[in-house]
Nanobody, 123 residues
Framework: DVQLQASGGGLVQAGGSLRLSCAAS????????IGWFRQAPGKEREGVACISPSDGSTYYVDSVKGRFTISSDNAKNTVYLQMISLKPEDTAVYYC????????????????WGQGTLVTVSS
């Protein structure tokens, strides 16, 4: 079974940082694209960042460029999202997702989803 286990959320003050982790299993990690999405209360889900573990290529939406960094540890089948300079508008449930499309999956609706991890940024 495909499993995507997200963790690392929490409460942080504006300007602070968090690192989210997504542990993947049940599919060939390096042959899939892995991405982070988020959904804020009352808002639609949006893609945030994604990575292709096969070549390390990444993609970010404009609102997080320069503040978020996505990376993968292929030996651990884990993708990370390092978030710095957090803003209250980053508050959301963050989900990791995977798809056989390897690149820019944040513009798609990926096939596999993990449970969310809540990030709350206080002002």
């Amino acid at each position: 079974d495909v499993q995507l286990q997200a963790s690392g959320g929490g409460l942080v003050q504006a300007g602070g940082s968090l690192r989210l982790s997504c542990a993947a299993s049940g599919f060939p990690f390096e042959h899939y694209g892995i991405g982070w999405f988020r959904q804020a209360p009352g808002k639609e889900r949006e893609g945030v960042a994604c990575i292709s573990p096969s070549d390390g290529s990444t993609y970010y939406v404009d609102s997080v460029k320069g503040r978020f960094t996505i990376s993968s540890d292929n030996a651990k089948n884990t993708v990370y999202l390092q978030m710095i300079s957090l803003k209250p508008e980053d508050t959301a449930v963050y989900y990791c997702a995977a798809d056989q499309v390897q690149h820019r999956i944040v513009v798609l609706t990926p096939e596999y989803w993990g449970q969310g991890t809540l990030v709350t940024v206080s002002s």
